[in-house]
């Protein structure tokens, strides 16, 4: 069984610019889940889709945000970039809510 | 109250000792208690998990303690090896609602 795919590997933009990034979960996983991975901060949640609908949303600006397609596929779109975006962002698929994630190897952006 | 807090930041632990690493939460609708582990360049992956009516659970060297009235969790792993380096995660969540992780210990096995 693959596993979840993230795309591209790696990224650099420039402030202001917009990025979208794609997941694509786990075969029959219906749940998508967004983190940003910082030194410093750690793992912070983004956002969680199931079955095309947004279930959650963590505490991050309304420049961050997502959307589910109808295979599961996921995409996440930060436009304004800003410095501080910089990080490494992790999508997550799993059966059940919350429960054994299975991340993919995520998304490295560098905004200069 | 939702935060889950992690200790200490980082570890290192001479081969075949036991590496403890800490956790502590407020929240008490929190119900489900994972340990995710992280290899650089890869995403986290689940370790270990624990549901609260139990007070430990163990697989292989990797064993998790939980204290319910103390609100506290930690993780054990036993004759840690130099391929247990890596960052744990401990992270938290009430199901229902969004997960919460802890900001992570970096662990080092000297050989």
């Known amino acids: 069984k693959a596993g979840v795919t993230q795309t591209p590997r790696y990224l650099i933009k420039t402030r202001g610019q917009q990025v979208t990034l794609s997941c694509s979960p786990i075969s029959g996983h219906r749940s998508v889940s967004w983190y940003q991975q910082t030194p410093g901060q750690g793992l912070q949640f983004l956002f969680e889709y199931f079955s095309e609908t947004q279930r959650n949303k963590g505490n991050f600006p309304g420049r961050f945000s997502g959307r589910q397609f109808s295979n599961s596929r996921s995409e996440m779109n930060v436009s304004t970039l800003e410095l501080g975006d910089s990080a490494l962002y992790l999508c997550?698929?799993?059966?059940?809510?919350?429960?054994?994630?299975?991340f993919g190897s995520g998304t490295q952006l560098s905004v200069l | 109250q939702q935060q889950v807090k992690q200790s200490p930041q980082s570890l290192i632990v001479q081969k075949g000792g036991i590496s403890i690493i800490n956790c502590a939460y407020e929240n008490t609708a929190f119900d489900y208690f994972p340990w995710y582990q992280q290899f650089p360049g890869k995403g986290p992956a689940l370790l270990i998990a624990?549901?609260?009516?139990?007070s430990e659970k163990k697989e292989g060297r990797f064993t998790i303690s939980f204290n319910k009235s103390a609100k506290q969790f930690s993780l054990h792993i036993m004759d840690s090896q130099p391929g247990d380096s890596a960052t744990y995660f401990c992270a938290a969540t009430p199901h229902i609602d969004k997960i919460i992780f802890g900001k992570g210990t970096r662990l080092h096995i000297l050989p």
């Open positions: 624990i549901r609260p009516d139990v």
């Open positions: 997550a698929s799993s059966l059940e809510r919350n429960e054994k994630l299975f």
